[in-house]
Protein backbone atom coordinates (compact mmCIF):
# COMPACT_ATOMS: atom_id res chain seq x y z
CA UNK A 1 0.00 0.00 0.00
CA UNK A 2 1.22 3.58 -0.57
CA UNK A 3 1.15 5.93 2.21
CA UNK A 4 0.25 9.60 1.12
CA UNK A 5 1.63 12.58 2.99
CA UNK A 6 -0.01 15.58 1.65
CA UNK A 7 1.24 19.57 2.95
CA UNK A 8 0.27 22.17 1.91
CA UNK A 9 2.00 25.22 2.04
CA UNK A 10 0.50 28.73 0.83
CA UNK A 11 3.00 30.91 -0.38
CA UNK A 12 1.23 34.03 -2.73
CA UNK A 13 -0.99 31.80 -5.34
CA UNK A 14 1.08 28.81 -5.65
CA UNK A 15 0.74 25.07 -4.09
CA UNK A 16 3.43 22.73 -3.44
CA UNK A 17 2.48 19.38 -2.89
CA UNK A 18 4.42 15.99 -1.99
CA UNK A 19 3.58 12.71 -2.35
CA UNK A 20 5.47 9.39 -1.47
CA UNK A 21 5.22 6.16 -3.19
CA UNK A 22 7.00 2.91 -1.57
CA UNK A 23 6.74 -0.68 -2.37
CA UNK A 24 4.96 -3.29 0.25
CA UNK A 25 6.96 -4.96 2.37
CA UNK A 26 6.43 -8.74 3.73
CA UNK A 27 7.97 -9.62 6.69
CA UNK A 28 9.32 -13.47 6.95
CA UNK A 29 7.45 -15.59 9.12
CA UNK A 30 8.94 -16.63 12.41
CA UNK A 31 8.75 -20.46 12.98
CA UNK A 32 6.22 -21.04 16.28
CA UNK A 33 8.19 -22.45 19.47
CA UNK A 34 6.25 -25.98 19.86
CA UNK A 35 6.14 -25.09 23.35
CA UNK A 36 3.19 -22.32 24.59
CA UNK A 37 4.62 -19.76 27.37
CA UNK A 38 2.57 -21.36 30.04
CA UNK A 39 4.08 -25.49 29.37
CA UNK A 40 7.20 -24.03 30.25
CA UNK A 41 5.96 -22.68 33.87
CA UNK A 42 3.80 -25.71 33.84
CA UNK A 43 6.18 -28.71 33.17
CA UNK A 44 9.47 -27.10 34.90
CA UNK A 45 11.16 -26.29 31.70
CA UNK A 46 13.52 -23.68 31.43
CA UNK A 47 12.99 -21.68 28.39
CA UNK A 48 16.35 -21.37 26.31
CA UNK A 49 17.60 -18.20 25.52
CA UNK A 50 17.25 -18.72 21.77
CA UNK A 51 14.75 -20.49 20.50
CA UNK A 52 16.21 -23.71 17.60
CA UNK A 53 13.64 -22.83 15.37
CA UNK A 54 14.79 -18.87 15.17
CA UNK A 55 18.37 -19.80 14.64
CA UNK A 56 17.78 -22.31 11.74
CA UNK A 57 15.42 -20.02 10.38
CA UNK A 58 19.00 -17.91 10.22
CA UNK A 59 20.97 -20.65 9.27
CA UNK A 60 18.77 -20.99 6.14
CA UNK A 61 18.74 -17.54 5.20
CA UNK A 62 22.55 -16.98 5.17
CA UNK A 63 24.71 -16.70 2.32
CA UNK A 64 28.04 -18.66 4.24
CA UNK A 65 26.97 -20.50 7.72
CA UNK A 66 25.56 -23.64 5.65
CA UNK A 67 29.74 -23.86 4.52
CA UNK A 68 30.95 -23.50 7.64
CA UNK A 69 29.16 -25.89 9.12
CA UNK A 70 29.30 -28.07 6.58
CA UNK A 71 33.12 -27.96 6.72
CA UNK A 72 33.49 -28.57 10.42
CA UNK A 73 31.18 -31.56 10.14
CA UNK A 74 33.30 -32.84 7.33
CA UNK A 75 36.26 -32.16 9.10
CA UNK A 76 35.37 -33.32 12.86
CA UNK A 77 33.90 -36.00 11.94
CA UNK A 78 33.65 -37.26 8.03
CA UNK A 79 37.46 -39.50 8.36
CA UNK A 80 35.83 -42.39 10.38
CA UNK A 81 37.38 -43.26 13.87
CA UNK A 82 39.98 -45.74 14.75
CA UNK A 83 41.01 -48.19 17.64
CA UNK A 84 44.18 -47.40 19.62
CA UNK A 85 45.81 -50.34 21.88
CA UNK A 86 46.51 -49.36 25.69
CA UNK A 87 48.64 -52.25 26.68
CA UNK A 88 52.04 -51.08 26.28
CA UNK A 89 54.01 -52.90 23.46
CA UNK A 90 55.48 -55.78 25.85
CA UNK A 91 52.55 -56.88 27.13
CA UNK A 92 50.54 -56.93 23.74
CA UNK A 93 52.14 -60.50 22.88
CA UNK A 94 50.80 -62.08 26.08
CA UNK A 95 47.31 -60.09 25.13
CA UNK A 96 47.11 -60.87 22.21
CA UNK A 97 44.26 -63.34 21.74
CA UNK A 98 42.15 -61.07 23.98
CA UNK A 99 42.73 -57.72 22.68
CA UNK A 100 41.91 -59.39 18.89
CA UNK A 101 38.74 -60.70 20.65
CA UNK A 102 37.59 -57.54 22.22
CA UNK A 103 38.26 -55.66 19.18
CA UNK A 104 36.09 -57.17 17.02
CA UNK A 105 33.47 -57.06 19.90
CA UNK A 106 34.02 -52.82 19.92
CA UNK A 107 34.05 -52.87 16.02
CA UNK A 108 30.90 -54.77 15.72
CA UNK A 109 29.35 -52.23 18.28
CA UNK A 110 30.61 -49.40 16.42
CA UNK A 111 29.55 -50.76 12.77
CA UNK A 112 25.65 -51.45 14.45
CA UNK A 113 25.20 -48.10 16.83
CA UNK A 114 22.67 -46.64 14.63
CA UNK A 115 20.14 -48.77 12.34
CA UNK A 116 19.53 -46.65 9.94
CA UNK A 117 22.80 -44.95 9.26
CA UNK A 118 26.53 -45.47 9.60
CA UNK A 119 28.17 -43.70 13.49
CA UNK A 120 29.72 -41.56 10.91
CA UNK A 121 27.07 -39.83 9.29
CA UNK A 122 25.36 -39.86 12.74
CA UNK A 123 28.49 -37.91 14.49
CA UNK A 124 27.62 -35.33 11.25
CA UNK A 125 24.26 -34.88 11.92
CA UNK A 126 26.01 -34.10 16.13
CA UNK A 127 28.27 -31.78 14.78
CA UNK A 128 25.77 -29.83 12.66
CA UNK A 129 22.70 -29.72 15.76
CA UNK A 130 25.73 -28.01 17.67
CA UNK A 131 27.22 -25.28 15.29
CA UNK A 132 23.55 -24.30 14.21
CA UNK A 133 21.90 -24.47 17.66
CA UNK A 134 24.75 -25.14 20.02
CA UNK A 135 22.70 -27.99 21.65
CA UNK A 136 22.20 -31.97 20.60
CA UNK A 137 20.96 -34.34 22.07
CA UNK A 138 21.21 -38.51 21.56
CA UNK A 139 18.55 -41.35 23.07
CA UNK A 140 21.15 -43.90 24.99
CA UNK A 141 19.40 -47.96 23.48
CA UNK A 142 19.91 -50.63 25.65
CA UNK A 143 19.25 -53.99 25.39
CA UNK A 144 16.26 -56.09 27.06
CA UNK A 145 18.37 -58.90 28.52
CA UNK A 146 21.22 -57.01 29.51
CA UNK A 147 20.91 -53.67 29.90
CA UNK A 148 23.89 -52.51 28.33
CA UNK A 149 24.59 -49.49 25.89
CA UNK A 150 23.69 -50.74 22.61
CA UNK A 151 23.16 -48.10 20.10
CA UNK A 152 22.52 -43.84 19.95
CA UNK A 153 19.32 -41.94 18.41
CA UNK A 154 19.83 -38.86 17.34
CA UNK A 155 16.79 -36.38 18.94
CA UNK A 156 16.10 -33.30 16.74
CA UNK A 157 17.30 -30.08 18.97
CA UNK A 158 14.43 -28.33 18.25
CA UNK A 159 11.84 -31.00 19.78
CA UNK A 160 14.31 -31.08 23.13
CA UNK A 161 13.58 -28.84 26.11
CA UNK A 162 14.99 -29.44 29.25
CA UNK A 163 14.00 -29.06 33.14
CA UNK A 164 16.57 -27.47 35.74
CA UNK A 165 19.08 -29.40 38.45
CA UNK A 166 17.27 -31.89 40.26
CA UNK A 167 18.53 -33.24 44.17
CA UNK A 168 22.04 -34.46 44.46
CA UNK A 169 22.49 -37.94 43.76
CA UNK A 170 25.86 -40.32 44.78
CA UNK A 171 27.46 -41.08 41.25
CA UNK A 172 30.50 -43.64 41.63
CA UNK A 173 33.30 -43.53 37.96
CA UNK A 174 34.82 -46.38 37.23
CA UNK A 175 38.84 -46.44 36.67
CA UNK A 176 40.84 -48.47 34.64
CA UNK A 177 43.52 -50.31 36.67
CA UNK A 178 45.46 -53.55 35.28
CA UNK A 179 42.93 -54.25 32.38
CA UNK A 180 39.90 -53.97 34.43
CA UNK A 181 37.19 -51.24 35.18
CA UNK A 182 37.35 -50.84 39.08
CA UNK A 183 35.15 -48.79 41.26
CA UNK A 184 36.46 -47.71 45.01
CA UNK A 185 35.94 -45.04 47.31
CA UNK A 186 38.02 -42.62 45.49
CA UNK A 187 35.82 -42.56 42.28
CA UNK A 188 32.13 -41.81 44.35
CA UNK A 189 31.41 -38.49 43.66
CA UNK A 190 28.18 -36.49 43.42
CA UNK A 191 26.41 -34.72 40.61
CA UNK A 192 22.65 -33.55 39.83
CA UNK A 193 20.45 -34.83 36.73
CA UNK A 194 17.81 -32.62 34.96
CA UNK A 195 14.91 -34.22 33.28
CA UNK A 196 14.71 -33.43 29.44
CA UNK A 197 11.25 -33.33 27.49
CA UNK A 198 10.63 -34.02 23.87
CA UNK A 199 7.40 -32.38 22.22
CA UNK A 200 6.34 -33.70 18.85
CA UNK A 201 2.92 -32.08 17.59
CA UNK A 202 0.95 -32.56 20.78
CA UNK A 203 2.58 -35.47 21.91
CA UNK A 204 5.47 -35.30 24.89
CA UNK A 205 7.92 -38.11 26.23
CA UNK A 206 10.38 -37.49 28.73
CA UNK A 207 14.16 -38.37 29.62
CA UNK A 208 16.17 -38.44 31.73
CA UNK A 209 19.71 -38.34 31.90
CA UNK A 210 22.69 -41.21 31.13
CA UNK A 211 23.61 -41.95 34.64
CA UNK A 212 20.68 -41.05 36.35
CA UNK A 213 19.68 -44.12 38.93
CA UNK A 214 15.87 -42.83 38.88
CA UNK A 215 13.00 -44.81 37.52
CA UNK A 216 11.17 -41.79 35.80
CA UNK A 217 7.73 -42.03 34.06
CA UNK A 218 8.25 -41.46 29.71
CA UNK A 219 4.86 -39.88 29.34
CA UNK A 220 4.44 -37.15 33.00
CA UNK A 221 8.44 -36.97 33.89
CA UNK A 222 7.35 -38.14 37.43
CA UNK A 223 9.36 -40.55 39.63
CA UNK A 224 7.90 -43.85 39.48
CA UNK A 225 7.33 -44.54 43.40
CA UNK A 226 5.24 -47.50 44.86
CA UNK A 227 1.79 -45.38 45.05
CA UNK A 228 2.21 -43.99 41.22
CA UNK A 229 2.69 -47.70 39.85
CA UNK A 230 -0.25 -49.01 42.47
CA UNK A 231 -2.15 -46.39 40.44
CA UNK A 232 -1.46 -47.48 37.29
CA UNK A 233 -1.63 -50.84 38.09
CA UNK A 234 -5.36 -50.51 39.65
CA UNK A 235 -6.31 -48.56 36.25
CA UNK A 236 -4.84 -51.43 34.10
CA UNK A 237 -2.44 -48.90 32.67
CA UNK A 238 1.23 -50.27 31.38
CA UNK A 239 4.10 -48.46 32.85
CA UNK A 240 6.65 -46.93 30.61
CA UNK A 241 10.43 -46.02 32.12
CA UNK A 242 12.02 -43.06 30.36
CA UNK A 243 14.99 -43.95 28.81
CA UNK A 244 18.38 -42.02 28.99
CA UNK A 245 20.03 -38.63 26.84
CA UNK A 246 23.05 -37.53 26.73
CA UNK A 247 23.21 -33.58 25.86
CA UNK A 248 25.74 -31.71 24.04
CA UNK A 249 26.31 -27.92 24.05
CA UNK A 250 28.74 -25.18 23.49
CA UNK A 251 29.05 -23.53 26.78
CA UNK A 252 26.79 -20.78 27.82
CA UNK A 253 27.25 -19.57 31.41
CA UNK A 254 24.01 -17.75 31.46
CA UNK A 255 22.02 -20.71 30.83
CA UNK A 256 22.24 -24.51 30.79
CA UNK A 257 21.63 -24.86 27.04
CA UNK A 258 24.43 -23.76 24.82
CA UNK A 259 24.29 -21.41 22.05
CA UNK A 260 26.08 -21.84 18.54
CA UNK A 261 29.40 -20.25 18.74
CA UNK A 262 28.51 -17.48 15.61
CA UNK A 263 25.40 -15.88 18.14
CA UNK A 264 28.10 -13.08 18.93
CA UNK A 265 27.52 -12.02 15.09
CA UNK A 266 23.87 -12.66 14.73
CA UNK A 267 23.11 -9.00 13.42
CA UNK A 268 25.74 -9.81 10.35
CA UNK A 269 23.49 -12.63 9.81
CA UNK A 270 20.22 -11.03 10.05
CA UNK A 271 22.23 -7.90 7.94
CA UNK A 272 23.50 -9.64 4.92
CA UNK A 273 19.96 -11.25 4.83
CA UNK A 274 18.58 -7.71 4.45
CA UNK A 275 21.32 -6.33 2.23
CA UNK A 276 20.44 -9.30 -0.09
CA UNK A 277 16.59 -8.78 -0.33
CA UNK A 278 17.08 -5.11 -0.85
CA UNK A 279 19.01 -6.28 -3.96
CA UNK A 280 16.36 -8.36 -4.89
CA UNK A 281 14.14 -5.71 -4.54
CA UNK A 282 16.04 -3.46 -7.15
CA UNK A 283 15.80 -6.29 -9.84
CA UNK A 284 11.69 -6.52 -9.30
CA UNK A 285 11.70 -2.66 -9.03
CA UNK A 286 13.46 -2.43 -12.13
CA UNK A 287 15.74 -0.30 -10.20
CA UNK A 288 13.49 2.15 -9.32
CA UNK A 289 15.04 3.49 -6.27
CA UNK A 290 13.77 6.64 -4.07
CA UNK A 291 12.77 9.40 -6.46
CA UNK A 292 11.61 13.08 -6.12
CA UNK A 293 9.13 14.45 -8.91
CA UNK A 294 9.29 18.19 -9.23
CA UNK A 295 7.16 20.27 -10.73
CA UNK A 296 7.41 24.21 -11.15
CA UNK A 297 5.48 26.11 -13.44
CA UNK A 298 2.45 23.93 -13.38
CA UNK A 299 0.30 21.77 -11.16
CA UNK A 300 -0.08 17.65 -11.49
CA UNK A 301 -3.41 16.73 -11.68
CA UNK A 302 -4.65 13.56 -9.62
CA UNK A 303 -4.67 11.21 -12.73
CA UNK A 304 -1.46 11.86 -12.90
CA UNK A 305 -0.12 11.01 -9.36
CA UNK A 306 -2.86 8.01 -9.95
CA UNK A 307 -0.77 6.82 -12.90
CA UNK A 308 2.74 7.24 -10.87
CA UNK A 309 1.58 5.20 -8.48
CA UNK A 310 0.48 2.45 -10.53
CA UNK A 311 3.51 2.69 -12.04
CA UNK A 312 6.14 2.51 -8.98
CA UNK A 313 3.74 -0.27 -7.38
CA UNK A 314 2.70 -2.47 -10.16
CA UNK A 315 2.94 -1.79 -14.19
CA UNK A 316 6.98 -0.73 -13.23
CA UNK A 317 7.85 -3.93 -11.63
CA UNK A 318 9.08 -7.28 -12.80
CA UNK A 319 11.52 -7.91 -15.32
CA UNK A 320 9.16 -8.25 -18.38
CA UNK A 321 8.00 -4.33 -17.90
CA UNK A 322 12.05 -3.48 -18.08
CA UNK A 323 11.23 -1.65 -20.95
CA UNK A 324 7.98 0.57 -19.80
CA UNK A 325 7.77 3.89 -20.32
CA UNK A 326 6.40 6.64 -17.90
CA UNK A 327 4.74 9.51 -19.50
CA UNK A 328 4.01 12.68 -17.66
CA UNK A 329 1.66 16.05 -17.91
CA UNK A 330 1.18 19.19 -16.31
CA UNK A 331 -1.52 21.84 -16.52
CA UNK A 332 0.11 24.93 -16.78
CA UNK A 333 -1.20 27.65 -14.25
CA UNK A 334 -2.41 31.58 -15.00
CA UNK A 335 -0.35 33.82 -14.45
CA UNK A 336 -2.00 36.92 -12.34
CA UNK A 337 -2.24 40.27 -13.67
CA UNK A 338 0.87 41.90 -14.65
CA UNK A 339 3.16 38.94 -14.27
CA UNK A 340 4.59 37.15 -16.72
CA UNK A 341 3.77 33.72 -17.18
CA UNK A 342 6.41 30.61 -15.94
CA UNK A 343 7.39 27.41 -18.19
CA UNK A 344 6.72 24.67 -17.26
CA UNK A 345 8.89 22.07 -15.98
CA UNK A 346 8.64 18.48 -14.84
CA UNK A 347 12.47 17.23 -13.42
CA UNK A 348 13.06 13.75 -11.35
CA UNK A 349 15.84 13.59 -9.28
CA UNK A 350 17.13 10.06 -7.37
CA UNK A 351 17.89 10.35 -3.95
CA UNK A 352 20.67 8.11 -3.62
CA UNK A 353 21.91 6.02 -6.71
CA UNK A 354 21.79 2.40 -7.28
CA UNK A 355 24.78 0.62 -7.94
CA UNK A 356 25.28 -2.49 -9.86
CA UNK A 357 25.25 -4.42 -6.25
CA UNK A 358 24.38 -2.34 -3.29
CA UNK A 359 26.00 -3.46 0.02
CA UNK A 360 28.77 -5.54 -1.59
CA UNK A 361 31.73 -4.55 1.20
CA UNK A 362 29.42 -4.63 3.79
CA UNK A 363 27.95 -8.22 2.87
CA UNK A 364 32.00 -9.26 2.26
CA UNK A 365 32.70 -8.13 5.82
CA UNK A 366 30.28 -10.30 7.39
CA UNK A 367 31.18 -13.07 5.66
CA UNK A 368 34.45 -12.52 7.27
CA UNK A 369 33.03 -12.40 10.77
CA UNK A 370 31.30 -14.89 10.83
CA UNK A 371 33.52 -17.28 9.29
CA UNK A 372 35.88 -15.79 12.06
CA UNK A 373 33.48 -17.28 14.49
CA UNK A 374 34.49 -20.76 13.70
CA UNK A 375 38.07 -19.87 13.03
CA UNK A 376 38.39 -21.27 9.39
CA UNK A 377 40.93 -20.43 6.97
CA UNK A 378 39.42 -18.92 3.56
CA UNK A 379 40.85 -22.05 1.87
CA UNK A 380 37.88 -24.72 3.23
CA UNK A 381 35.08 -22.00 2.06
CA UNK A 382 36.86 -21.52 -1.38
CA UNK A 383 36.87 -17.42 -0.96
CA UNK A 384 40.17 -17.36 -1.80
CA UNK A 385 42.12 -17.88 -5.03
CA UNK A 386 45.78 -16.48 -3.70
CA UNK A 387 46.70 -19.36 -2.32
CA UNK A 388 50.19 -21.35 -2.74
CA UNK A 389 50.81 -24.99 -2.08
CA UNK A 390 52.88 -24.22 1.32
CA UNK A 391 50.38 -21.45 2.49
CA UNK A 392 47.59 -23.90 1.57
CA UNK A 393 49.35 -26.83 3.58
CA UNK A 394 50.01 -24.91 6.80
CA UNK A 395 46.62 -23.57 7.01
CA UNK A 396 44.88 -26.87 7.11
CA UNK A 397 47.79 -27.73 9.73
CA UNK A 398 46.49 -24.88 12.08
CA UNK A 399 43.15 -25.77 10.85
CA UNK A 400 43.63 -29.20 12.34
CA UNK A 401 45.74 -28.21 15.51
CA UNK A 402 43.47 -25.35 16.48
CA UNK A 403 39.75 -26.30 15.49
CA UNK A 404 39.09 -29.65 14.83
CA UNK A 405 41.35 -31.56 17.13
CA UNK A 406 40.00 -29.79 20.28
CA UNK A 407 36.31 -30.33 18.90
CA UNK A 408 37.11 -34.19 18.14
CA UNK A 409 38.37 -34.96 22.32
CA UNK A 410 35.03 -34.04 23.93
CA UNK A 411 33.26 -36.67 22.11
CA UNK A 412 36.47 -39.40 22.27
CA UNK A 413 36.45 -38.18 25.97
CA UNK A 414 32.72 -39.36 26.38
CA UNK A 415 33.22 -42.66 24.44
CA UNK A 416 36.03 -44.08 27.00
CA UNK A 417 34.86 -42.79 30.21
CA UNK A 418 31.42 -43.47 29.96
CA UNK A 419 30.27 -46.11 27.17
CA UNK A 420 33.55 -47.94 27.35
CA UNK A 421 33.22 -48.87 31.24
CA UNK A 422 29.58 -49.51 30.08
CA UNK A 423 30.54 -52.36 27.84
CA UNK A 424 33.81 -53.32 29.40
CA UNK A 425 36.46 -52.78 26.50
CA UNK A 426 39.68 -52.39 28.78
CA UNK A 427 42.40 -52.99 25.83
CA UNK A 428 41.47 -50.38 23.09
CA UNK A 429 40.61 -46.68 23.21
CA UNK A 430 38.05 -45.07 20.69
CA UNK A 431 39.97 -42.15 18.99
CA UNK A 432 38.12 -39.92 15.80
CA UNK A 433 40.46 -39.88 12.91
CA UNK A 434 41.38 -36.90 11.47
CA UNK A 435 42.51 -36.00 7.46
CA UNK A 436 46.29 -36.81 6.61
CA UNK A 437 47.85 -33.39 6.46
CA UNK A 438 50.40 -34.59 4.30
CA UNK A 439 50.43 -35.84 0.75
CA UNK A 440 51.18 -39.08 -0.29
CA UNK A 441 54.26 -38.81 -1.87
CA UNK A 442 56.15 -36.72 1.52
CA UNK A 443 54.94 -39.46 3.55
CA UNK A 444 56.24 -42.25 1.61
CA UNK A 445 59.25 -39.64 0.94
CA UNK A 446 59.69 -39.69 5.02
CA UNK A 447 58.96 -43.26 5.62
CA UNK A 448 61.93 -43.99 3.35
CA UNK A 449 64.10 -41.74 4.85
CA UNK A 450 63.04 -43.27 8.24
CA UNK A 451 63.82 -47.04 6.81
CA UNK A 452 67.47 -46.11 6.28
CA UNK A 453 67.37 -44.10 9.40
CA UNK A 454 67.42 -47.43 11.37
CA UNK A 455 63.97 -47.43 12.11
CA UNK A 456 62.14 -51.25 13.08
CA UNK A 457 60.89 -53.01 9.71
CA UNK A 458 57.72 -53.06 11.52
CA UNK A 459 56.95 -49.86 11.52
CA UNK A 460 58.17 -49.02 8.14
CA UNK A 461 55.55 -51.85 7.02
CA UNK A 462 53.03 -50.34 9.15
CA UNK A 463 53.65 -46.77 7.87
CA UNK A 464 53.49 -48.39 3.89
CA UNK A 465 50.69 -50.60 4.78
CA UNK A 466 48.41 -47.51 6.10
CA UNK A 467 49.65 -45.29 3.00
CA UNK A 468 48.85 -47.66 0.21
CA UNK A 469 45.93 -49.31 1.75
CA UNK A 470 47.85 -52.20 2.52
CA UNK A 471 45.98 -55.27 4.45
CA UNK A 472 48.71 -56.84 6.35
CA UNK A 473 48.14 -59.39 9.26
CA UNK A 474 51.36 -57.93 11.94
CA UNK A 475 50.05 -60.54 14.48
CA UNK A 476 50.88 -63.20 12.16
CA UNK A 477 54.35 -61.84 11.71
CA UNK A 478 57.48 -62.89 13.70
CA UNK A 479 58.86 -60.42 15.70
CA UNK A 480 61.93 -61.43 15.84
CA UNK A 481 62.53 -60.51 12.26
CA UNK A 482 59.81 -57.03 12.80
CA UNK A 483 61.68 -55.50 15.38
CA UNK A 484 65.27 -54.89 13.87
CA UNK A 485 66.11 -51.89 11.41
CA UNK A 486 65.89 -53.06 7.63
CA UNK A 487 69.74 -52.50 7.26
CA UNK A 488 69.94 -55.77 9.87
CA UNK A 489 67.15 -57.85 8.02
CA UNK A 490 68.06 -56.95 4.19
CA UNK A 491 71.71 -58.86 4.44
CA UNK A 492 70.17 -62.09 6.15
CA UNK A 493 67.57 -61.90 3.06
CA UNK A 494 69.78 -60.96 0.08
CA UNK A 495 68.86 -58.04 -2.12
CA UNK A 496 65.50 -57.31 -1.07
CA UNK A 497 63.81 -54.76 1.42
CA UNK A 498 61.47 -52.22 1.51
CA UNK A 499 62.33 -49.67 -1.28
CA UNK A 500 59.91 -47.52 -3.05
CA UNK A 501 62.84 -45.21 -4.59
CA UNK A 502 61.37 -42.01 -6.11
CA UNK A 503 60.28 -42.21 -9.36
CA UNK A 504 61.71 -39.62 -12.13
CA UNK A 505 60.59 -36.21 -11.78
CA UNK A 506 59.63 -36.19 -15.13
CA UNK A 507 56.66 -38.27 -15.05
CA UNK A 508 53.08 -37.12 -13.72
CA UNK A 509 51.70 -36.98 -9.85
CA UNK A 510 49.73 -39.63 -10.63
CA UNK A 511 52.25 -42.00 -12.30
CA UNK A 512 54.78 -40.70 -9.79
CA UNK A 513 52.41 -42.45 -7.10
CA UNK A 514 51.18 -45.29 -8.98
CA UNK A 515 55.55 -45.84 -9.81
CA UNK A 516 55.97 -46.06 -5.92
CA UNK A 517 53.67 -48.01 -4.96
CA UNK A 518 54.56 -50.10 -6.91
CA UNK A 519 57.68 -50.71 -6.25
CA UNK A 520 56.97 -50.85 -2.50
CA UNK A 521 54.75 -53.62 -3.13
CA UNK A 522 57.47 -55.22 -5.43
CA UNK A 523 59.54 -55.23 -2.43
CA UNK A 524 57.31 -56.55 -0.19
CA UNK A 525 56.71 -59.37 -2.09
CA UNK A 526 60.45 -59.97 -2.60
CA UNK A 527 61.16 -59.82 1.08
CA UNK A 528 58.10 -62.65 1.46
CA UNK A 529 59.39 -64.76 -0.44
CA UNK A 530 62.88 -64.57 0.29
CA UNK A 531 62.04 -65.21 3.86
CA UNK A 532 60.51 -68.31 3.05
CA UNK A 533 63.50 -69.87 2.00
CA UNK A 534 65.32 -68.68 5.17
CA UNK A 535 62.68 -70.71 7.64
CA UNK A 536 58.97 -71.50 7.77
CA UNK A 537 58.08 -67.54 8.51
CA UNK A 538 53.96 -66.38 8.21
CA UNK A 539 54.91 -63.06 6.46
CA UNK A 540 52.09 -61.34 4.89
CA UNK A 541 48.69 -61.84 5.14
CA UNK A 542 45.86 -60.96 3.24
CA UNK A 543 48.42 -59.38 0.62
CA UNK A 544 46.55 -57.80 -2.01
CA UNK A 545 48.02 -57.37 -5.26
CA UNK A 546 48.22 -54.01 -7.14
CA UNK A 547 45.63 -53.86 -9.26
CA UNK A 548 44.77 -51.19 -11.91
CA UNK A 549 40.87 -49.46 -11.63
CA UNK A 550 39.53 -48.83 -15.15
CA UNK A 551 43.08 -48.79 -16.49
CA UNK A 552 43.61 -45.03 -14.86
CA UNK A 553 47.04 -46.42 -12.84
CA UNK A 554 45.82 -45.70 -9.80
CA UNK A 555 46.20 -48.86 -6.60
CA UNK A 556 42.97 -50.07 -5.16
CA UNK A 557 42.61 -49.55 -1.33
CA UNK A 558 40.46 -51.75 0.98
Known amino acids: MGTTIDKTVARQTRTCRAMVFRASRRASARLKDPWKKGEYKQDGLIEPPYHPEDLMQLVEQSNILPQC ?17 LPPEDEREALQRRMKNERERAETFLDYACYDQDLTELRKQRQRDLEVTGNAWWEIQRTEKTGRVDGFIRLKPETMRMTGEGERQRVRAPRLMAHKWEYDRSSTYYRRFRMHCQKIGDKKVWF ?18 PELEAMYREKKMSIVEATEVVHWSIGYSRSPYGVPRWIGNILSVAGSRAAEEVNWHTFEHQGLGKMVV ?53 EIKELGGIDDQMFASYDKDNRTKLRSSFRLPPIY ?6 YSRATALESRKIAEEQVFKPARAG ?34 TN ?9 PLRQVIEGYASLFGISVDMDALDPAW ?52 VGPLPWLSGYRELAKAGGNGKPVRK
Open 381 to 386: LGLSED
Open 294 to 346: LVSGANMTKEVMDRIREFTEEKGRHRENFHKALVLEAVTESPGPGEAAAPAKI
Open 69 to 85: IDTMAENVCGFGYRLDP
Open 482 to 533: LDLPQKLVQPLLGNSGVTGAPPEKSASPEQQLTTRAEAVLESLMRLRQAASK
Open 447 to 455: WLKASNAGM
Open 208 to 225: KELGDRRRIDARTGKELT
Open 411 to 444: FDFWMNRIIWPELGYTFWKYATASAPVQDVTEQA
